[in-house]
């Protein structure tokens, strides 16, 4: 299991049927080695299963519980004052975040979670299709590996990295963000005969952040009590209708005024954000006390001074739960260009429904199901706490993070361009700085021909191309970032708990037909 991530759970292994050494394909001997290994005497692992432990990392300690059964599979993590659960009922997946936001996961995470349920799973052996031989490698430690990656149908391609010499599992590996995240298995020891790791580190690169897990405890159960696989209940926005509030804008971007012990302060509305953020001076006035580190991704991957606690804040007398925010110098981060109190992420859009009326600089928020949003209606992606829509530039589709946090109308991803070879001009003349956490990033200005949302169309819209390799806008999944400059155009509805987007054309829309091309 990943923290933070996905689930990585465990299912009865049996050992397909014997075939002819001769004839197995590369990959099947590996696996076939690969499951020797775990159970050297033909064990099978206990179908019912707890297990607890700590966890270690970025200045915190903490403790992790599991629990499984053929049907279930529930996960909690508790690191410092943040915490994480994971519930799978059957096919479906569910993740409770840190302030209270509860996720059906029907993205990117479920695709990865049904891989690595796979891995665990006796399907791992018995269909080797679905599993290749990428080459061998030596990890940074010295071990030497064979590395397999695994592409069951509807999942996400991770790579095994089997030991050469042990031929158990060394390192899971997969994709995530703007780089690789790894979880590295040691500490391998007998269970009812079954080899099980007790030790995992995880890690996204950066080792200062990495993520140590250890199990102190893991016992084999005949039942597990139904009520630990409860569904979750999340938290929302505690107010009994919609509330409109005022919203101003400065340099580009949108802010709020929320109230904290009393005190008023202005708060970047971020879409973009997975949390909620306070500005170092905001915190330490409200006498919060940061513990640990964490890593923030914006413009660059930069080091945020802590996480504090914090129950709530208001939002026009509303009371918006928050539990944990994290801390930053905000002022330095952004290079002075953002002077901020805090952002509104991830929480904010979790715990209610949020229309965003440009045109009029007002914004409406609440709980669930308490208003009929307008307009067109488009599926939304936040396995990630992110909002990600599909939608398609000069003719080409790809996965774009709607981002109100970011004043740009697009941000195109070099790693989306590099994979569709010119579906866009290159514009020599076009540098362009791009501000976000963490500073500047590189990046030219250019234009594109053609945005399509759903049925609405956009000419000549203006984009920065980002070059960077690190941070938010280098990210793997997303072919970029649809900013406030054309989001601006609609009265916007958040929907997170339903997983939609709602767009009508505002008083202003103005899809930029008559716009002068400037590349």
Same mark, same amino acid.
């Given at each position: 299991?990943?923290?933070?991530?996905?689930?990585?759970? *465990?299912?009865?292994?049996?050992?397909?049927?014997? %075939?002819?050494?001769?004839?197995?394909?590369?990959?099947?001997?590996?696996?076939?080695?690969?499951?020797?290994?775990?159970?050297?005497?033909?064990?099978?692992?206990?179908?019912?299963?707890?297990?607890?432990?700590?966890?270690?990392?970025?200045?915190?300690?903490?403790?992790?519980? #599991?629990?499984?059964?053929?049907?279930?599979?529930?996960?909690?993590?508790?690191?410092?004052?943040?915490?994480?659960?994971?519930?799978?009922?059957?096919?479906?997946?569910?993740?409770?975040?840190?302030?209270?936001?509860?996720?059906?996961?029907?993205?990117?995470?479920?695709?990865?979670?049904?891989?690595?349920?796979?891995?665990?799973?006796?399907? $791992?052996?018995?269909?080797?299709?679905?599993?290749? /031989?990428?080459?061998?490698?030596?990890?940074?430690?010295?071990?030497? /590996?064979?590395?397999?990656?695994?592409?069951?149908?509807?999942?996400?391609? &991770?790579? !095994?990295?089997?030991?050469?010499?042990?031929? $158990?599992?060394?390192?899971?590996?997969?994709?995530?963000?703007?780089? !690789?995240?790894?979880?590295?298995?040691?500490?391998?020891?007998?269970?009812?005969?079954? $080899?099980?790791?007790?030790?995992?580190?995880?890690?996204?690169?950066?080792?200062?952040?990495?993520?140590?897990?250890?199990?102190?405890? !893991?016992?084999?159960?005949?039942?597990?009590?139904?009520?630990?696989?409860?569904?979750?209940?999340?938290?929302?926005?505690?107010?009994?209708?919609?509330?409109?509030?005022?919203?101003?804008?400065?340099?580009?971007?949108?802010?709020?005024?929320?109230?904290?012990?009393?005190?008023?302060?202005?708060?970047?509305?971020?879409?973009?954000?997975?949390? /909620?953020?306070?500005?170092?001076?905001?915190?330490?006035?409200?006498?919060? &006390?940061?513990?640990?580190?964490?890593?923030?991704?914006?413009?660059?991957?930069?080091?945020?001074?802590?996480?504090?606690?914090?129950?709530?804040? *208001?939002?026009?007398?509303?009371?918006?739960?928050?539990?944990?925010?994290?801390?930053?110098?905000?002022?330095?981060?952004?290079?002075?260009?953002?002077?901020?109190?805090?952002?509104?992420?991830?929480?904010?859009?979790?715990?209610?429904?949020?229309?965003?009326?440009?045109?009029?600089?007002?914004?409406?928020?609440?709980?669930?199901?308490?208003?009929?949003?307008?307009?067109?209606?488009?599926?939304?992606?936040?396995?990630?706490? $992110?909002?990600?829509?599909?939608?398609? /530039?000069?003719?080409?589709?790809?996965?774009?993070?709607?981002?109100?946090?970011?004043?740009?109308?697009?941000?195109?991803?070099?790693?989306?361009?590099?994979?569709?070879?010119?579906?866009?001009?290159?514009?020599?003349?076009?540098?362009?700085?791009?501000?976000?956490?963490?500073?500047? #990033?590189?990046?030219?200005?250019?234009?594109?021909?053609?945005?399509?949302?759903?049925?609405?169309?956009?000419?000549?819209?203006?984009?920065?191309?980002?070059?960077?390799?690190?941070?938010?806008?280098?990210?793997?999944?997303?072919?970029?970032?649809?900013?406030?400059? %054309?989001?601006?155009?609609?009265? %916007?509805?958040?929907? %997170?708990?339903?997983?939609?987007?709602?767009?009508?054309?505002?008083?202003?829309?103005?899809?930029?037909?008559?716009?002068?091309?400037?590349?």
């Amino acid at each position: 299991m990943t923290f933070f991530g996905a689930v990585f759970t *465990l299912a009865a292994i049996t050992v397909p049927p014997a %075939v002819p050494a001769a004839s197995l394909p590369q990959a099947a001997q590996i696996l076939a080695l690969h499951h020797a290994a775990l159970a050297p005497h033909g064990a099978s692992p206990p179908a019912v299963l707890e297990s607890s432990g700590t966890l270690t990392g970025a200045n915190l300690n903490g403790t992790f519980a #599991t629990w499984h059964d053929p049907d279930h599979d529930r996960v909690d993590q508790i690191l410092g004052i943040r915490q994480e659960r994971t519930l799978r009922i059957g096919e479906r997946q569910f993740l409770q975040n840190s302030s209270g936001n509860v996720i059906e996961l029907k993205g990117l995470l479920l695709r990865r979670a049904r891989t690595q349920d796979f891995i665990t799973s006796a399907d $791992l052996f018995g269909k080797p299709q679905y599993s290749t /031989v990428v080459g061998a490698a030596t990890l940074p430690d010295g071990r030497d /590996v064979i590395q397999l990656q695994v592409s069951p149908p509807g999942g996400e391609p &991770e790579t !095994m990295d089997i030991d050469a010499q042990t031929h $158990l599992l060394d390192r899971l590996e997969y994709v995530d963000g703007d780089g !690789m995240f790894t979880i590295d298995f040691s500490d391998y020891r007998p269970l009812d005969g079954f $080899l099980f790791s007790f030790k995992q580190v995880q890690s996204d690169g950066d080792h200062p952040y990495d993520i140590t897990q250890i199990v102190t405890e !893991m016992l084999p159960k005949q039942k597990i009590s139904p009520e630990t696989f409860v569904p979750f209940v999340a938290t929302h926005l505690k107010a009994a209708a919609p509330i409109t509030i005022p919203i101003t804008e400065r340099a580009g971007a949108l802010y709020a005024d929320v109230s904290i012990f009393g005190r008023t302060f202005s708060f970047l509305i971020d879409s973009g954000a997975q949390g /909620v953020v306070l500005d170092s001076r905001v915190a330490a006035s409200l006498t919060l &006390e940061p513990e640990g580190s964490f890593e923030a991704r914006g413009a660059t991957r930069s080091a945020g001074i802590g996480v504090a606690a914090l129950d709530h804040l *208001l939002i026009g007398g509303a009371a918006l739960p928050v539990h944990v925010v994290s801390v930053l110098d905000l002022n330095a981060s952004t290079a002075g260009r953002f002077p901020i109190d805090g952002i509104l992420g991830f929480p904010l859009f979790g715990a209610c429904q949020v229309t965003i009326d440009y045109a009029h600089k007002r914004m409406t928020i609440a709980p669930p199901g308490t208003q009929s949003p307008r307009g067109e209606a488009f599926d939304i992606d936040v396995d990630r706490e $992110l909002l990600e829509l599909n939608a398609t /530039v000069n003719g080409v589709q790809g996965r774009f993070l709607v981002d109100t946090g970011n004043g740009n109308e697009l941000l195109i991803f070099h790693n989306f361009l590099e994979a569709h070879t010119g579906m866009l001009a290159f514009n020599p003349t076009g540098s362009a700085g791009n501000y976000g956490i963490g500073g500047a #990033t590189r990046a030219y200005a250019t234009d594109v021909d053609e945005l399509d949302i759903g049925a609405y169309r956009f000419f000549h819209s203006y984009a920065n191309v980002i070059l960077s390799d690190e941070g938010a806008f280098a990210d793997r999944f997303d072919a970029g970032n649809i900013g406030l400059g %054309v989001l601006k155009n609609f009265v %916007v509805t958040f929907d %997170v708990p339903d997983r939609k987007l709602f767009l009508t054309p505002g008083v202003n829309f103005n899809d930029g037909r008559d716009r002068t091309v400037f590349r």
